[in-house]
């Protein structure tokens, strides 16, 4: 299996663009997470989604923060404007209902994401 | 309070020696706790699980429970430099993983 896809793996943007983020679970994983790592804050968790539906954003850190995932196979998270204080490692994980509390979470190769 | 704690390190220890990561958690309802490893520009993977008080081993892996005090521990026996990471702690509250900052260890050789 191809493992969870991300994609950029690194952006450098100015502020007040919008980004993009996208990530490609492994396929028949119904769980997927979004989280941000900064070596202040750690790996935070954004948001989550189960059969590609939002469970909890309570992460999410405010308006300008949003994330999709039309289907199974597809998820993003955008950033419209960006910030300097963005500039973190969004990591796109996935899981599958069997395993998802026991720890297996499946994690891309993140993407830097700078914001000058 | 964040919800769980670690002291961020760096702990240096000797090749062939007892590493000893701690990590600490507010939420008393957690019921999972786990151990990431995460090399340098790299994504984390699960090393260890535990779920009831005591000791679990796993090769040179052993995790700690201890509820009542809300302490969870990871120690890795026979270090080697290749045991040189960071080792995020986490907690499961309702499918939500909840992780700590962090231990930076550096093995010596």
Known sequence: ?116 | QKEVEQNSGPLSVPEGAIASLNCTYSDRVSQSFFWYRQYSGKSPELIMSIYSNGDKEDGRFTAQLNKASQYVSLLIRDSQPSDSATYLCAVNVAYKYIFGTGTRLKVLA
Not at chain 1, 67 to 92: G, H, W
Not at chain 1, 94 to 100: A, I, K, L, N
Request: aromatic share 12%; with cysteine; proline share 6%.
């Open chain 1, 1 to 116: 299996d191809a493992g969870v896809i991300q994609s950029p793996r690194h952006e450098v943007t100015e502020m007040g663009q919008e980004v993009t983020l996208r990530c490609k679970p492994i396929s028949g994983h119904d769980y997927l997470f979004w989280y941000r790592q900064t070596m202040m804050r750690g790996l935070e968790l954004l948001i989550y989604f189960n059969n590609n539906v939002p469970i909890d954003d309570s992460g999410m850190p405010e308006d300008r923060f949003s994330a999709k995932m039309p289907n199974a196979s597809f998820s993003t998270l955008k950033i419209q404007p960006s910030e300097p204080r963005d500039s973190a490692v969004y990591f796109c994980a996935s899981s599958y209902s069997d395993r998802v509390n026991t720890g297996e979470l499946f994690f891309g190769e993140g993407s830097r994401l700078t914001v000058l």
